[in-house]
């Protein structure tokens, strides 16, 4: 028996502070550019604010990407339009630089980290700060057999959970959560599909690289066979992710989890986050309230999981390439916002009666303006026609 409680984190993770949202909320109405002017960039603000419990929001200063990577045994169905098993060679693209998201991280100073869970590959050439969370080579194929044992959907868990300690304790402030994966569209859709009561054929996208119809429809079928060995295990969510999960997706869940107890705020990227996401919101219903939706990968999967955690994608730009590049993408937009609440000056106070009470009286005494001049005069003028009389 599993020594994990997921029900554990029902108590152990808490809301943003409210308090500070609603301060930041009339802040915001105070400042010079009227609320709503800015769209969006208001909520995304006061979000951040409330995240760090903090009016006005800080900058974020130490953001960083991590990529969960693994392979998974249903790419030999040939769902992917990648070779089973080649995860590794995306995840040494990143490695070398040469990756969509390594060159964005570049230019945006924002550090890559890939944990490598479940590639199928020999750890040995992997450098150690990658393959060091390593729970198995490769995932099962889950359309026929569970994707991990209940002991690895375990240690998948815990790994996520140890990954963003780490990053809490090193000062992260911001994650963008993505994954390096082969065939893990696959196993995100039956989570979604499962967890949403829906159909394989509503879930099913075309992946990253957009695969043809009959490939779309192997995918389908193997959703569909997958969602029959799904539905018995849904009141447990770890032995779900051992079913019809992945050690990357188990590793995010648990990644997810503890990055809300420790309240560090989150943006995801596409359907295999989003599915991890779903999951660990069936754990701890708060849990959403620390995450940011990046942006829209067009995977009907994600769709569906978005709108039952009633997130909204902060970007509409249909990239589809994984690997953390849309929700990267977002993160200029999400410190812009924090930039212009924090930074845009309050309208000064208008003149109460009581000040301008004060100022007639400044008037009378001669120390005001030519008002005051003027009535002085007035007073002199008095003054000498009693003389005359």
Same mark, same amino acid.
């Given at each position: 028996?599993?020594?994990?409680?997921?029900?554990?984190?029902?108590?152990?993770?808490?809301?943003?502070?409210?308090?500070?949202?609603?301060?930041?909320?009339?802040?915001?109405?105070?400042?010079?550019?009227?609320?709503?002017?800015?769209?969006?960039?208001?909520?995304?603000?006061?979000?951040?604010?409330?995240?760090?419990?903090?009016?006005?929001?800080?900058?974020?200063?130490?953001?960083?990407?991590?990529?969960?990577?693994?392979?998974?045994?249903?790419?030999?169905?040939?769902?992917?339009?990648?070779?089973?098993?080649?995860?590794?060679?995306?995840?040494?693209?990143?490695?070398?630089?040469?990756?969509?998201?390594?060159?964005?991280?570049?230019?945006?100073?924002?550090?890559?980290?890939?944990?490598?869970?479940?590639?199928?590959?020999?750890?040995?050439?992997?450098?150690?700060?990658?393959?060091?969370?390593?729970?198995?080579?490769?995932?099962?194929?889950?359309?026929?057999?569970?994707?991990?044992?209940?002991?690895?959907?375990?240690?998948?868990?815990?790994?996520?959970?140890?990954?963003?300690?780490?990053?809490?304790?090193?000062?992260?402030?911001?994650?963008?959560?993505?994954?390096?994966?082969?065939?893990?569209?696959?196993?995100?859709?039956?989570?979604?599909?499962?967890?949403?009561?829906?159909?394989?054929?509503?879930?099913?996208?075309?992946?990253?690289?957009?695969?043809?119809?009959?490939?779309?429809?192997?995918?389908?079928?193997?959703?569909?066979?997958?969602?029959?060995?799904?539905?018995?295990?849904?009141?447990?969510?770890?032995?779900?992710?051992?079913?019809?999960?992945?050690?990357?997706?188990?590793?995010?869940?648990?990644?997810?989890?503890?990055?809300?107890?420790?309240?560090?705020?989150?943006?995801?990227?596409?359907? !295999?986050? *989003? +599915? =991890? $996401? &779903?999951? #660990?919101?069936?754990?701890?219903?708060? %849990?959403?309230?620390?995450?940011? @939706? /990046?942006?829209?990968?067009?995977?009907?999967?994600?769709?569906?999981?978005?709108?039952?955690?009633?997130?909204?994608?902060?970007?509409?730009?249909?990239?589809?390439?994984?690997?953390?590049?849309?929700?990267?993408?977002?993160?200029?937009? !999400?410190? *812009? +916002? =924090? $930039? &212009?609440? #924090?930074?845009?000056?309050?309208?000064? %106070?208008?003149?109460?009666?009581? @000040? /301008?009470?004060?100022?007639?009286?400044?008037?009378?005494?001669?120390?005001?303006?030519?008002?005051?001049?003027?009535?002085?005069?007035?007073?002199?003028?008095?003054?000498?026609?009693?003389?005359?009389?």
């Amino acid at each position: 028996m599993s020594s994990l409680n997921l029900d554990d984190f029902t108590d152990l993770i808490e809301r943003p502070d409210g308090g500070t949202r609603r301060d930041a909320e009339e802040r915001r109405e105070r400042q010079t550019v009227p609320p709503g002017a800015l769209g969006r960039l208001d909520e995304l603000g006061e979000w951040l604010s409330a995240a760090q419990s903090s009016v006005p929001v800080k900058p974020i200063e130490r953001p960083r990407v991590i990529l969960f990577a693994g392979d998974h045994g249903v790419a030999e169905l040939g769902v992917s339009a990648r070779p089973a098993g080649s995860a590794a060679e995306l995840v040494r693209a990143v490695l070398s630089g040469e990756s969509p998201v390594a060159i964005l991280g570049r230019r945006l100073d924002v550090p890559v980290r890939v944990v490598d869970v479940a590639l199928d590959c020999d750890p040995d050439g992997l450098p150690a700060e990658v393959a060091g969370h390593r729970v198995r080579r490769g995932s099962g194929r889950v359309d026929i057999e569970d994707a991990l044992t209940a002991e690895e959907a375990e240690a998948a868990v815990r790994a996520g959970m140890a990954v963003a300690d780490e990053e809490a304790d090193s000062g992260t402030d911001l994650v963008v959560l993505g994954d390096v994966s082969v065939g893990g569209t696959t196993p995100a859709a039956t989570l979604v599909a499962a967890l949403c009561g829906t159909d394989a054929s509503v879930v099913t996208g075309r992946g990253g690289v957009p695969i043809d119809d009959l490939a779309w429809m192997r995918k389908c079928a193997a959703v569909r066979d997958s969602l029959r060995r799904a539905r018995p295990v849904l009141g447990d969510q770890l032995e779900l992710l051992a079913a019809v999960g992945g050690a990357d997706i188990a590793a995010m869940t648990g990644f997810l989890l503890q990055s809300a107890v420790r309240r560090t705020p989150v943006i995801l990227d596409g359907v !295999v986050a *989003a +599915a =991890a $996401a &779903l999951v #660990a919101q069936r754990v701890a219903f708060r %849990a959403p309230d620390w995450w940011l @939706a /990046g942006h829209s990968s067009g995977e009907p999967a994600q769709a569906k999981a978005l709108d039952r955690m009633a997130l909204d994608p902060v970007l509409e730009q249909g990239v589809q390439v994984g690997e953390g590049v849309g929700a990267l993408l977002a993160l200029p937009l !999400v410190r *812009a +916002a =924090a $930039a &212009l609440s #924090a930074e845009l000056p309050e309208r000064k %106070a208008e003149p109460t009666a009581e @000040a /301008g009470t004060g100022d007639e009286t400044a008037a009378k005494t001669g120390t005001g303006d030519g008002t005051a001049t003027k009535t002085a005069t007035g007073d002199g003028a008095a003054a000498a026609a009693h003389e005359a009389e």
